[in-house]
Nanobody
Framework: QLQASGGGLVQAVGSLRVSCQAS???????MGWFRQAPGKEREFVGS???????DLAGSVKGRFTISRDNAKNTVYLQMNSLTPEDTAVYYC???????????????????WGQGTQVTVSS
């Protein structure tokens, strides 16, 4: 079970960190972040493997970073220089059988958190 938290309201160019804590171990899991804005499809934000550095979508590269604390079974998404276009519900996801070519597909992940709302005001 994944529990996302840390969302909220932030002004443009501000920062926010959202967290995703697993109820069990994250050992061996690839962890992903996705987001879904109203009226839009869920889109890939980034992914970080157990032994693989983070991959980020082009729209957030240079502004967002992913990190993980394996001792706490937690993955973080640090978001800087936020814009209103980043407003969405952010979801974390996990899988132990990720096919790297499908890393950006939501269907490639087996477990999902409930989502946390991030709203960026202009």
């Amino acid at each position: 079970q994944l529990q996302a938290s840390g969302g909220g309201l932030v002004q443009a160019v501000g920062s926010l960190r959202v967290s995703c804590q697993a109820s069990g171990t994250t050992f061996g899991y690839d962890m992903g972040w996705f987001r879904q804005a109203p009226g839009k499809e869920r889109e890939f934000v980034g992914s970080m493997g157990w032994r693989r550095s983070a991959d980020l979508a082009g729209s957030v590269k240079g502004r967002f970073t992913i990190s993980r604390d394996n001792a706490k079974n937690t993955v973080y998404l640090q978001m800087n220089s936020l814009t209103p276009e980043d407003t969405a519900v952010y979801y974390c996801a996990a899988t132990r059988r990720l096919i790297l070519s499908r890393m950006r597909e939501a269907a490639a992940y087996d477990y999902w958190g409930q989502g946390t709302q991030v709203t960026v005001s202009s």
